[in-house]
């Protein structure tokens, strides 16, 4: 047997072992928040893989995308949504389970739960009630379009979706205008020229800016 300091040093230290806790604060439950790919399937870690395949029961955002996830890699578990619309009463059903002592693994449709994703009612909450949250990290991709971006990063700040409507999206760029560090923002394609103009008119032609889209897949791309 190896001693929890020398399993540390090599490596080897089962990653989904509970940690101790005090006397009289059992952790009962465990949210296991599980990065998943952005587009390639190669991209699933083999952890990410391990707490999908060991999960009670997976809450994913579009059930039906999760499904063809765990499909592909020939996993079998009980899935349930959890989005938008339905986050705060699903996140109350899921915390009574938790209390049962199950493992969730909270996933979104791409990438990293809870950055401008659901999740964050159940990892709040499960917190608060004394459960295990366990990171699977993995892609986002938030990092990944910085680290292929050639802007300077290390400094920035994420801001997730601009607001759809142009006068709402346009006094929020207002009030970023003076922002010195790299931004990341998500916009859908629909609206995406748009939002272009409105930075453009927001922070000037000198300030540079790349468009990321499809990271990962077949057909990436990147504007400068």
């Known amino acids: ?40 399937l190669a991209d699933l870690s083999p952890r990410a893989r ?15 995308r999760t499904s063809q996830l765990l499909a592909a890699f020939g996993i ?3 899935i349930v949504s959890l989005h938008t619309h339905n986050e705060r009463a699903r996140s109350a059903d899921l915390l009574a389970r938790l209390a049962e002592g199950v493992t969730i693994a909270l996933v979104s449709d791409a990438g990293t739960p ?10 709040r909450s499960a917190a608060a009630a004394g459960h295990e949250i366990v990171a699977i990290p993995g892609p986002t991709a938030i990092a990944a379009a910085l680290a292929i971006s050639g802007l300077p990063a290390e400094r920035f700040c994420f801001e997730g979706f601009l607001p759809a409507r142009p006068r709402e999206r346009r006094a929020r760029l207002a009030e970023l205008a003076q922002e010195p560090r ?15 103009a409105d930075l453009a008119a927001a922070f000037g032609a000198e300030r540079e800016a790349i468009v990321a889209r499809e990271l990962t897949k077949a057909f990436e791309t990147v504007y400068r």
């Open 1 to 40: 047997m190896k001693d929890r300091s020398e399993q540390q040093r090599n490596g080897t230290h089962t990653p989904h072992s509970a940690p101790a806790t005090a006397p009289g604060h059992a952790v009962r439950g465990r949210v296991e928040v599980v990065a998943t790919p952005i587009g390639n």
């Open 50 to 64: 391990e707490s999908l395949q060991r999960a009670d029961v997976v809450a994913a955002e579009d059930t039906r």
């Open 76 to 78: 079998e578990r009980p």
């Open 114 to 123: 809870v950055l401008s994703d659901p999740g964050f009612e159940l990892v």
């Open 182 to 196: 790299a931004m990341v923002f998500f916009e859908g394609p629909h609206r995406l020229v748009e939002a272009l």
